[in-house]
Every structure is written in C-alpha cells, then in structure tokens.
C-alpha cells in the first residue's frame, strides 16, 4: 500500500541531509538549511512533495514539543520571577509595534482595520526559532535570553485575542466581549489546574512510574502529559504551543523532569526539523524573483523597527545597552502564528493574495536572518558602544547613584576596603560564591544586571551593585582596582570575554576564575587574561566519579588524593590551550606554578586537638617527614609570613601549604581533630 506521507517524509529528510552538509562546510546555520530545503522541495520550488497539510501536522507536534522540552527547563519559581519582565517588557513591545505599525500602513494608504492587522502580524515574533537559536548558543538564562522569553510568553498570550478580533474587524457581527470573558476564565482555570497539578498530581504519578523501571512507561506517561495540556489549552482558544509550555512547567516542578527531558530531545530535535522545513515550504520563491527590492525593503525595514521597540522595551525594564541590544536584535523576526493569522487574514478580506505571499517571503526572510543576526549581535554591541552617546544609556536607566551605590568604598572605621572578591553574576553560581565568602568573612561585592534583583537582593543587605561588568566604568565603581579575586559566573559566552579583557586592562594584578560550558571557550579566555577557567563539563565529570568512589566503599583521603590528582593533571592540560595566559599573573600565587608545575596552594584551618596543633614546624617536620612547605599562617587578623622553625601552631590558625597533590593530601589528617 502506497503512503504518500512515508515518500514525503524520505524526500525530506534526504534532501535536508544535503543542505545541511553543504550549509555545514559554509558556516551557516541549521535553522537556514531547513529553511531553504522547505524553499527547493515544497510546491513552490521543485514541487517534491505532496502532502502538504500532513507535514503542517508534524510541523505543529514539533513546536509543541519544543515549547515542551523549554518548560522543562524552567520551573514556576523562574516563570514567577518574569513576572515583571511579561507584563511590562511584552505590554510595550506588542503595543508599541503595533502602533508603529498602524502609523506606517495608515501613512501608505491602508484602511484602518487592515493597518491594525499588519499591526497584529508584524507585532509577534518566533518562539521556535529565538528559542532554538539561543538554546544552541547557551543563552537562554542570559539577561538577553530571559527578556526575549517574557516578551515572547506575552505573545503567545496576545496571539489569542488577536485572532478573536479578525472577524472583528472584517464586519462579522459577534459579541466580542463576552468571548473575551469567558476566554479569560477559561485561561484562569486552566493556571489554576496547572499550579495544582504541579503540586499533588504530576509528581506523585511519574514517582509510581518511574518505580516500574520502564523506560517506555516512562515516555509514554510524559507524551500524554505533554499532548494532553496542549490538547486542554488548545480546546478552549488558547495555543497548543502555550499548553506544550505549561505542561513543561508543570513536570518541571517534580525530580523527574531531566529524565523527560533527555526522552524527548531526539523527538524533538527530528519534529523540530520537520516544522522549519515546513516554514521554508509556504514560500513562493516566484515572489522574490519578481519583487527582490521590495520584499528587501520590508525585511530591513520590519527588523529595524523591532529591534528598535524591543531595545526599549529592554530599556524600560532598567537593563544596560548591552542587553537593550542583543534582546532587540534577537526578538527583530517575524513569528510563526503571524502565519495563523495572516491566513484568517486571507480568509476574512483583511489581506490579498498577492500581499500575503509578499508578507510570506518577508516573514521566512526575517526568520532566516534571525541565527545570523544574534550572532553578529556582539559585534554590533561593539560598534555602537564605541559612538558617543549619554552615560546614562550606557549603564541602564536603573536608578545608582555613583557616590552611595558601592557598599565597600569604605569600612567600619572609614578605611576603604581592598583585597576584597568581585563576583560577576548573581545565578546560581554568584550566590554559592557570595555565601561562602560571606561565611569565611571575605569582604566581598556582586555585581547584577537585573536591576530587580539587585532591589531585593539590597533589601536584604547583600553588597550588590547595578551595571553590565563588561563596561570599565562599572569594575571601577566596584573597586577592580583594589580587588584580589573576581569571579564571573554569568551564562553569557560573548559578555564574560567582555568582563575579563575589561577586568585585566584595570588591574594586571587581579587574580579571575571564570566558568565556561563549553570547552573551546578556554583558549579565548585564557588569552584574554583569565588565571583560573572552570569548564562545567570537567566538573561534572570530577564530581561524577569522586561519588562512584564512594558508592564503592573508596576510603575518603584516597578519593581526595585521586581527585587533587585528576584535577591537576586536567587543568594543567587544559591550561596549555593558552602559554601567554600566565604572563598576566604578576603575583606569588599566580605564576607559582611556572617555576613548580606539579605543586598545588591549598589552606587548612587547625582544629582543636589536632596533631600538628601546640607543637612548633620544627617538633612537627612538615617538610622534613612529609614534603610540605608551610609558606603562612593566618591568625585570627594576624598574617604570618614564611613562618621561622620555632613558630607554634595553635588551634584556629589557617595555614598555607604547598606541595604536591599527594603529600596535600597525606598531611591534611595532621590538622583535622583526633587523627
């Protein structure tokens, strides 16, 4: 039996195997490779394929399994946390498009529904493809990232009542309002049964799943959640791709939500496929042929236009230039439901034919040029920082008064603060860092581009400052100058080499650890003057098989002495990628290990009844009888340099020892209590 869908399907895929092979070679984008195969095999290229409508279906499962797998990712608590970002960013960004939008279409000659339309088209953006783009480049919890994802969550909401208004407008008669009411019930309900399924439900069913061991049961149960709540929204006027979203969230609350999420990848990575493909497909190339100025015209002048208003949509939520400019750049496309409603358009006399294949071509344009752009974003961030423009653009219009906004400028007794820690980033990372810090009692201070962090972050008494680190002006404000150590831990690529070449510039002396995702971002790092580079793929590994070890029953100083080992034989590896890196290190403790390649630094508090504790370094020999050398002593404020044979130990003192990763590990049991 012949199935036109299975032939298609081959066609396809054979097909994007070429394109993206060549597009691989060329250095251009996946997405852009769907993109053209949908161009070449569908009915207005080569005409390869036959069944349209079926494709379409795949195409709608592959968003909904995106949007799946980015709630996943995410979790009420952050959804929360956007709150103001949805609300005010996405309020300004689709109301001041669509206002710009009227303006313009009213300015050509369009009536005034129709210029409200293309206001409605113009207004929404891509969820699948900004959201793919930024998962790849690993910047989906960046500043830029998370504007881009309020603004595109209030779109999808807005998409709704923007379809309900198209009949509206083209005469029919209906009673809007009471649609609107009871569509926003609906919405109210369906939160609420979220929330609750999020707490009672969801979690209670997969733990009684996940006890039968059964990988298909498992996948199964996760699917029909997913489809389910796409189903439920879809029912009552809402999207499927909303309803994928919120069902994602919903197994994100509970422990099995990583489980579901690598299930699904190669499902959606394939269904994903199939939706650009069949994005690429809607375009009559005839279109372009015959109208290339035009249709340029436009696609300039829409992606202008976006970013613009989404620039200052980022502008009014306090973020500096930096941000304003990669979240306009990266929310500048057209979105894929401006398909839904151009053909409602089409359907109800809003939109001619001629002009609906014109906006088709623009759309799958500005959607091609979206990976291109976010990644000249950077390079155009240069560029327009380099103009002349106020100070105040610059920073962000985050209210920081230069003279008060530094909690360390001075200390108790009036005595400016140095040698204290900077940390760049208050995530995850920057708030472990701050609380140890702040419970060894190191003077420290963050510095935060969510200006709504850094308001309730203040309100608690945190040290925290507002202003994008990649600017000097700002690592002055935060005494870079005087600082010891800085930390970044922000999941921007592109802004941490920004804040470490600024960073290395103001102080030769400053020693920076910096944490990276991916391994080839080291070298750049390391060029730029990083001392320390923290892949999390290394860690994860060291941290994977330090607990195997002990599953094993492996004795606690021998797994310590492996992993002190496996550290220093990996990141002396890894800092090879970069010889120049260590002639920025001015200091004993940076370019030590030019002079003693396989030694290591480490501290160690002396506890009460320790061995080594009351006795003098020459009763105990620690580099006589062990191979380590006791370099100071830290005693209460009291630092103790290069410490005399007769100096005694006393319990509390914090030492500092060299040596090699063995012997560190073989002494420590000399300062821990009743070794």
Known sequence: MQI???????????????????????????????????????????????????????????????????????????????????????????????????????????????????????????????????????????????ISLAVLIFQDVMAVPMMLMIPLMAGAKEEIGGVFFLLFLKGFAVVLLALASARWLVSPLLYQIARTRSRELFLITVVVLCLAVAWLTSSIGLSLALGAFLAGLIISESEYSYQALSSLLPFRDLFTSIFFISIGMLVDIHVLLDHPVLVLLIVLGVITLKALIAAGAAAILGYPMRTMILAGLALSQIGEFSFILSKAGVQFGLLSHDAYQIFLAVSVLTMAATPLIIAGGPSAVSLLMSLPMPGRLRTGFYPMNPRNASPLEAGANGVMVKEHLVIIGYGVNGRNVARAARNAGIPYLIVETNPVTVKKE??????????????????????????????????????????????????????????????????????????????????????????VLARYLIPKEEIERFVAEVRNDGYSMLRKLSDEATSFCTTSFCDYRLYLPNAEICSLRVHEGAPIANRSLKEVGLRKHHGVTLLSLRRDTEIISNPSAETVVLPGDISVLVGSPEHLAEVRSLFEQGQ
């Open 4 to 146: 036109p869908l299975l032939s298609d399907i081959v066609i396809i895929f054979a097909m994007a195997i070429g394109v993206l092979f060549v597009c691989h070679h060329l250095k251009i984008p996946t997405i852009v490779g769907f993109l053209l195969t949908g161009m070449l095999a569908g009915p207005h290229g080569l005409a390869l394929i036959g069944a349209v409508h079926e494709v379409e279906i795949l195409a709608e499962i592959g968003v909904v399994l995106l949007l799946f797998t980015i709630g996943l990712e995410f979790s009420m608590k952050h959804l929360w946390e956007l709150r103001r970002s949805v609300l005010l960013g996405g309020t300004f960004q689709v109301v001041a498009t669509l206002l710009v939008t009227f303006f313009v279409a009213r300015h050509l000659g369009q009536g005034i529904e129709k210029s409200v339309f293309l206001g409605f088209l113009v207004s929404l953006s891509s969820t699948a493809i900004l959201l793919k783009v930024l998962q790849e480049r690993a910047e989906v919890d960046s500043p830029q990232g998370r």
């Open 458 to 547: 203040k309100a608690k008494g945190e040290p925290i400052i507002y202003g994008d680190a990649s600017h000097e002006a700002v690592l002055e404000h935060a005494g870079i100058h005087r600082a010891a150590v800085m930390v970044v831990g922000i999941p921007d690529p592109v802004a941490t080499r920004m804040v470490v070449s600024s960073a290395r510039n103001l102080n030769p002396r400053l020693h920076i650890i910096t944490r990276t995702r991916f391994l080839q971002e080291m070298k750049p790092l390391y060029d730029l003057g990083a001392n320390e580079v923290i892949p999390e793929e290394f860690e994860t590994s060291v941290e994977i098989f330090s607990r």
